[in-house]
């Protein structure tokens, strides 16, 4: 058990926005415009992944961590400088991986998909809107996530089971073959497409939990 959170830090080619991300923990990512205050922003969510570290089965070793260890900082795309999110491979990202450590990052996705669906039963339906009146309600956005997270299954060869009236049957049953195909892909040393398959569970777990977060914040529900 290590008392240190690895961070990589993915920076965008114009300086603009940077993504620092806890390769160990996947979902624990933000960005900011710049590394110092990236660094700062994902050291403030700590308290709210560590939800996910528990239902994972993880909360001891997550809870030890108390400093942060910078181990590496690499380009990211035009999609880093405008999003502030990871779009862009880091060299752990690309490194091989036993099959008990992938089991270990699989379980931590799964973790996010639980504390997602949780979020999405507990909150209004209707969700906070921004100064004019924009953004989008709860549906919306859960939609959004499967939409995309179904777009991403093409990769593992998967077809896109996604359609308006989703079932919580057909979502299991994505998600299901999602890490299913996550691990026959592993045993033949297989890519999802061009992403490796590290990046594409961390990065499906970083959608899943921003857009749970983003449901807290704009919950109506929720006490002022």
Not at 141 to 160: S, Y
Not at 176 to 203: D, Q, T, V
Request: negative net charge.
């Amino acid at each position: 058990m290590t008392h240190q959170l690895r961070v990589t830090v993915e920076i965008g080619p114009k300086g603009k926005k940077v993504a620092a991300v806890a390769p160990d923990w996947p979902g624990l990512e933000r960005g900011a415009k710049t590394e110092d205050a990236a660094i700062e922003r994902l050291q403030s969510y700590l308290p709210r992944y560590a939800p996910v570290a528990k239902r994972a089965g993880m909360d001891g070793e997550f809870a030890s961590i108390t400093t942060v260890d910078i181990v590496e900082q690499y380009p990211g795309t035009g999609s880093t400088d405008f999003w502030g999110i990871s779009f862009a491979f880091s060299s752990i990202d690309k490194q091989a991986v036993s099959s008990e450590a992938l089991e270990r990052e699989l379980t931590l996705m799964q973790a996010c998909w639980a504390f997602f669906d949780d979020v999405r039963f507990r909150v209004s339906a209707e969700m906070q809107k921004g100064v004019r009146g924009g953004g989008r309600d709860r549906d919306q956005i859960v939609r959004h996530v499967l939409a995309n997270e179904m777009d991403w299954a093409g990769g593992l060869g998967l077809p896109n089971l996604y359609s308006e009236n989703l079932t919580d049957e057909v979502v299991s049953t994505h998600r299901a073959a999602y890490c299913n195909a996550i691990r026959a892909f592993h045993a033949e040393g297989k890519m999802a497409r061009k992403w490796p398959l590290r990046y594409l569970i961390r990065h499906t777990a970083y959608h899943t939990l921003d857009h749970a977060w983003e449901m807290e914040d704009k919950d109506l529900t929720r006490p002022s």
